[in-house]
C-alpha cells in the first residue's frame, strides 16, 4: 500500500520562499508519474508541477520558473521548492502519484487530471500574505 505524507506547508510573506515534501512509504521509486496539486479555496483542486520516472519535469504557466519539483530516490521523497510566492500562491497542497508503469506525466491543455493520480498525500496548507 503507497502512503503519501506532505510536509513544510506554513505562512510566509509574499516574494518569500517555502519548501513541501512528500514522504512516500510502501513504494519503490520506479516507473510513476509523480505530481504536486495545489487547491484554492472554493475551487477545484489545480495541477501545478509533474515530474516522470526519469526526472523530467512540467509546470504550469502560473508557477513556471519560480517553483521546482525533484525528488530524492535515497530519502524516498518528492519536493517541491517554491519562490517569489504570492498571494494568489495560498492554498492547499497536495502530492499525489498515478500508480501506472508508464513513467510519463500527461497534461491534457495545460491541465493534469485528478482521476489520473491514484494515491494522495493528506495536504498542506501554504499561506502567502501581501
Given at each position: ?80 521548492e517554491m519562490n517569489e510566492l504570492k498571494p ?43
Amino acid at each position: 500500500q503507497v502512503q503519501l505524507q506532505e510536509s513544510g506547508g506554513g505562512s510566509v510573506q509574499a516574494g518569500g520562499s517555502l519548501r513541501l515534501s512528500c514522504a512516500i512509504s510502501g513504494y519503490i521509486f520506479k516507473s510513476y508519474c509523480m505530481v504536486w496539486f495545489r487547491q484554492v479555496q472554493g475551487k477545484r483542486r489545480e495541477g501545478i508541477a509533474a515530474i516522470t520516472s526519469d526526472g523530467s519535469s512540467s509546470y504550469t504557466k502560473s508557477v513556471k520558473g519560480r517553483f521546482t519539483i525533484s525528488k530524492d530516490k535515497m530519502q524516498n521523497t518528492l519536493d517541491l521548492e517554491m519562490n517569489e510566492l504570492k498571494p494568489e500562491d495560498t492554498g492547499l497542497y497536495y502530492c499525489a502519484a498515478d500508480g501506472e508503469d508508464t513513467g510519463e506525466c500527461s497534461w491534457y491543455d495545460e491541465e493534469l487530471l485528478e482521476e489520473d493520480f491514484k494515491y494522495w498525500g493528506q495536504g498542506t496548507q501554504v499561506t502567502v500574505s501581501s
